[in-house]
């Protein structure tokens, strides 16, 4: 008599479980789209607020850029004699050599030189106005604008031409040119006030050259302005005195770090740990929608399950089609909470003027987080459905 051949359990491909947690879906579309849209709400709140907070962090990071988080100055200090150093002439140019340095710029003061709106002004009524030689790229570095005119440039800053600040201008009047060194210097523009850079508010500045050759400047900066990776600010201020005057860093002085940086630095912490706390909260909410939703239809599927199991399904297929079904719940969820939330962001944003911005990572990490949590949730439903037996399953309707 032949031994009977053992029968093995047909397996389910992947294209035959998606159709399974498709058809579960299918078969109860209210309960189905009601819980993708509870998962889907959880989702697009911790989207939305996630993306509004990282939109107002921009802003706000956009604010304390324009604040100086990362601009730095350079200055000589006082030799060991107790007399005013001197920076050498090359300095600037080995700032700029420092990695995460990316630019630098300098000021020359011609102390002892003042400027007049007229040649008829008595020498002492100089008005407390400085005169400054200035590099071509100062504004760029200090965020400087101009208010009219135009800038020194290549050509202007060779011949007695000058920029007013701000404060300088009120004082000097409207005037065509300015009486300096006993000479005549057309003033071809005037700044707005530096918030980064105040001394520059009450200076008239010239070009480099200009200064050279017409006021004997001796060419050493007396102010150099600096701006670096912000991560690596104080790094940077660290090597500064050093690199400025390799032979004397002792005679240098350099400004600590702006204030802007610590609030910029301590809103982010902060912001983090916001979106941490309310992403988790959200992913609790949508893994708890997707437990419930999956228990209540193994109870109401008893008897598919029964004839399921009597057909010959093993509990591992029954185990797979249930967490199938939780996995395309999940995702259906996330993806549609995920897309509300940035149009949500997109709307908020535009109507405070901030940037719309919301990280890669919650787009992605919100639909992962939400298929994770959505097979962890459907993982006990699932084993419990594949305990029935098919009697009792069978019997229970």
């Known amino acids: 008599m032949p031994r009977p051949t053992a029968l093995t359990p047909a397996r389910l491909r992947p294209s035959d479980l998606a159709r399974l947690g498709a058809y579960g879906l299918r078969s109860r579309p209210l309960r189905a789209v009601l ?29 304390l850029a324009r604040l100086g988080t990362n601009l730095l100055t350079v200055s000589p200090g006082n030799t060991m004699f107790g007399r005013r150093a001197t920076l050498p002439d090359e300095s600037v140019a080995m700032i700029r050599q420092i990695g995460p340095v990316q630019s630098a710029t300098a000021t020359g003061s011609l102390s002892d030189t003042h400027v007049y709106r007229t040649d008829r002004i008595p020498a002492a009524q100089s008005g407390g106005l400085s005169v400054l030689a200035a590099r071509l790229d100062l504004l760029k570095t200090v965020g400087a604008t101009l208010d009219h005119g135009a800038w020194l440039n290549a050509a202007t800053d060779r011949y007695p031409a000058v920029v007013l600040g701000a404060t300088a201008a ?75 005057n390799p032979q004397s860093p002792g005679e240098v002085q350099v400004s600590k770090p702006s204030d802007a940086l610590a609030a910029r630095r301590a809103a982010n912490a902060t912001f983090t740990a916001l979106l941490l706390g309310l992403g988790a909260v959200a992913l609790l909410v949508g893994g708890i929608g997707v437990a419930n939703t999956m228990v ?75 298929v994770l949590i959505g097979a962890i949730a459907g993982l006990y439903p699932a084993i419990r459905a594949a305990r029935l037996a098919p009697t009792e399953a069978l019997a229970a309707t």
């Open 296 to 370: 209540i239809s193994v109870l109401e599927r008893r008897a598919e399950i029964g004839l399921r199991r009597s057909l010959g399904a093993t509990r591992g297929q029954i185990r797979t089609q249930f967490v199938a079904e939780s996995l395309l719940l999940s995702l259906l969820g996330g993806a549609a909470g995920v897309l509300l939330g940035y149009l949500v962001t997109g709307m908020y944003a535009t109507t405070q003027q901030w940037p719309t911005v919301v990280p890669l990572w919650v787009l992605a990490g919100g639909v992962g987080a939400t």
């Open 35 to 63: 819980s993708a849209l509870g998962i889907a709400i959880g989702i697009a709140a911790m989207t939305a607020v996630v993306g509004i907070s990282a939109s107002s962090r921009a802003d706000l990071d956009e604010e």
């Open 170 to 244: 009120e004082r000097l009047g409207n005037v065509p040119a300015v009486y300096i060194g006993g000479r005549w210097w057309v003033v071809i523009g005037v700044l707005r006030p530096v918030p980064l850079a105040p001394e520059l508010d009450a200076a008239v500045l010239m070009g480099w050259p200009a200064a050279t050759t017409y006021l004997g400047f001796d060419g050493h900066p007396t102010t150099v302005y600096t701006r670096s990776v912000e991560s690596q600010v104080e790094a940077v201020r660290a090597v500064l005195a050093p690199t400025a």
